[in-house]
């Protein structure tokens, strides 16, 4: 037990850190306490309704890539369908690429950015 806490203890303000509390505040949700700033970024978002799109698109503007949730859409078959047309749309004008990643995730990314879509086999 170190000094600090010990003071802490007898002026009765010790209290644990719970890193998994801390990380998942909302203070913290643009912060990245390790390195130093990006000049991009990969971001989960949750997709959800039409109003998600534009956040989706400003992010690509950015040149952040994004892994979209759809999970919440999963039972909403036509709104998912038209949602991710209106994705595809964007994602065709900018030159960017959209593919699936599962059956609840979808990877969007910015101009001159191409996902892979083959697998690559192991070699034998």
Do not use: C, H, W
Request: proline share 4%; charged share 35%; net charge negative.
């Amino acid at each position: 037990m170190g000094l600090f806490d010990k003071l802490g203890k007898n002026l009765g303000t010790s209290k644990e850190l719970d890193i998994e509390e801390y990380m998942n505040s909302e203070e913290m949700a643009d912060v990245d306490v390790m390195n130093e700033p990006a000049d991009f970024y990969v971001k989960p978002v949750i997709l959800r309704e039409d109003a998600d799109i534009s956040l989706i698109e400003a992010e690509l503007d950015k040149r952040n890539i994004i892994i979209a949730d759809i999970s919440e859409l999963m039972k909403r078959e036509n709104t998912r369908k038209e949602l991710i047309a209106k994705l595809k749309e964007y994602i065709t004008k900018i030159n960017g690429d959209i593919g699936q990643l599962g059956i609840d995730k979808v990877m969007l990314t910015p101009a001159k950015v191409k996902i892979i879509k083959t697998k690559k086999q192991p070699p034998k």
